[in-house]
Structures are given as structure tokens and as C-alpha cells.
């Protein structure tokens, strides 16, 4: 069972996750971070570094959130590996806990 980036990630984009991750599981868009489920040890270190508080084990996931397990899945296998922490997005702060961003999602 692998570890999923949720909604809450976008816009936000906040590295601290990477850092502890033993995997390198990390990848990054554009202002979004996912997890690759096949690289993922299922470790939960990442948890509670995520300041967005985005970060749920699959089975832990809400209805509505099930789109982000495919999404972690497909976008990983696109975007690159990211181990190192960064800055967080200039407007981070402004977006964390901000339902619904899924729409913002850019590929």
C-alpha cells in the first residue's frame, strides 16, 4: 500500500517530504509533488513532514480524493525524481487548506 499526494499539495508544493523520504518516491510538476506507488516503501516518514498536510496511505483516502491514487501514478512515471527540500511555491501560504484545486492541477 503506498502513500498518496492529495489535493491540498497544489499550489502549495511544499518539499520537507523528500528529504526524509528513504525511497526517492518524490517527483515534481509544476505545482504539484507525487509519490510514484512502485518506488514507495509505505514508510509514512513523509506524513508528517507534509505541511500541507496532503499526504494519506490509498486506503485512508475520502471518495473524492480516489482520483489522486491514478494521478500519483501516471505523473510520476512523467515527472522527475525530486530528493532535494526546495522553497514552497511564492503563494503557499495563501493556498494551503483551500478545498477543491484539482482544476488548478497543471501536467
Same mark, same amino acid.
Given at each position: /500500500? @503506498?502513500?498518496v499526494v *492529495? &489535493? =491540498?499539495?497544489?499550489? $502549495?508544493?511544499? *518539499? &520537507?517530504?523528500v @528529504?526524509?523520504? !528513504?525511497? %526517492?518516491?518524490f517527483h515534481?510538476?509544476p =505545482?504539484?509533488?507525487?509519490? =510514484? !506507488?512502485?518506488? $514507495?516503501? &509505505? $514508510?509514512?516518514?513523509c506524513v !508528517?513532514e507534509? %505541511?500541507a ?8 483516502l *475520502?471518495d473524492d #480524493? #480516489?482520483?489522486?491514487i491514478?494521478l =500519483? ?15 514552497? /511555491?511564492?503563494d503557499? %501560504?495563501?493556498?494551503?487548506g483551500?478545498p477543491n484545486?484539482?482544476g /488548478?492541477?497543471?501536467?
Amino acid at each position: /500500500m @503506498a502513500f498518496v499526494v *492529495t &489535493d =491540498n499539495c497544489i499550489q $502549495c508544493k511544499y *518539499t &520537507d517530504c523528500v @528529504a526524509v523520504c !528513504p525511497a %526517492d518516491a518524490f517527483h515534481e510538476g509544476p =505545482n504539484f509533488m507525487v509519490i =510514484n !506507488p512502485i518506488e $514507495c516503501i &509505505d $514508510c509514512g516518514l513523509c506524513v !508528517p513532514e507534509c %505541511d500541507a498536510q496532503a499526504i494519506f496511505q490509498e486506503d485512508e483516502l *475520502t471518495d473524492d #480524493q #480516489q482520483v489522486f491514487i491514478e494521478l =500519483n501514478s501516471e505523473l510520476s512515471e512523467v515527472w522527475p525524481v525530486q530528493t532535494e527540500v526546495k522553497p514552497a /511555491m511564492d503563494d503557499a %501560504d495563501k493556498w494551503n487548506g483551500v478545498p477543491n484545486k484539482l482544476g /488548478m492541477l497543471e501536467k
